[in-house]
């Protein structure tokens, strides 16, 4: 897919050269095959292992709530590292761009309502602050955490120590609790929401629905 589209702007300015400058073969794209995408995902992993995951993250809380809003929410780890307390009103989160963190596209800019779950974990954190408008998820020196960074002490904790290799039971990425919370959503059961909701709701254009339809609906 990534091919593809850079492929559409490499071919969309060669246009634009020989249109207004005059200086590219306005055919120079034609006839290049661009690669199928035929490709498999990887399942979205299974509640027990979410669950297992979680539990191995209780000896670090601030990781732990995290991890839980990011399972509760589907929120892209970038997304819920950006609220602040000022972004979230009871069940209601706002995901806007501010100077510490911009969005994806126009699309993950929304407001969404989170369960009880994740609604107790923010508006606790929330309550402890001392300025609002600082993450609610920030580091030390209440700035925006790096996702990197989250992302070695996310191993590390699953690892038990540093820089050790994960358990193959427990191997994960902050992304894959996003994966979780869409395939949990997506399939039959009490939790279903229609997949244009479901679209919108993690930040997703309404009308470009072809990767859920893709992966998660069956």
């Not at 001392?130 to 960074?149: D, Q």
Request: proline share 5%; with cysteine.
């Amino acid at each position: 897919v990534t091919v593809r589209r850079d492929f559409a702007r490499v071919g969309a300015f060669l246009y634009w050269l020989a249109r207004r400058k005059d200086a590219a073969d306005m055919n120079a794209c034609r006839g290049i095959d661009c690669p199928k995408d035929d490709g498999t995902t990887k399942e979205a992993p299974s509640s027990e292992k979410v669950k297992a995951v979680l539990a191995k993250l209780r000896r670090r809380p601030w990781l732990a709530e995290y991890c839980t809003v990011l399972a509760e929410t589907g929120l892209r780890p970038s997304e819920l590292l950006g609220v602040r307390g000022i972004d979230v009103r009871d069940k209601l989160v706002s995901i806007v761009p501010w100077e510490g963190r911009q969005l994806k596209s126009k699309w993950s800019k929304r407001t969404i309502e989170v369960n009880e779950v994740a609604a107790d974990i923010l508006k606790r954190r929330k309550e402890t602050m001392f300025v609002k408008t600082a993450p609610i998820f920030a580091n030390r020196l209440g700035e925006v955490y790096g996702e990197n960074s989250v992302y070695r002490l996310f191993c590390d904790t699953l690892a038990a120590e540093k820089r050790a290799k994960v358990p193959e039971a427990l191997k994960m990425t902050l992304y894959h609790f996003r994966h979780f919370f869409c395939s949990e959503h997506a399939a039959p059961g009490p939790q279903h929401m229609g997949i244009e909701a479901l679209a919108a709701y993690i930040g997703h254009s309404p009308a470009s629905t072809q990767t859920l339809l893709r992966w998660y609906t069956d």
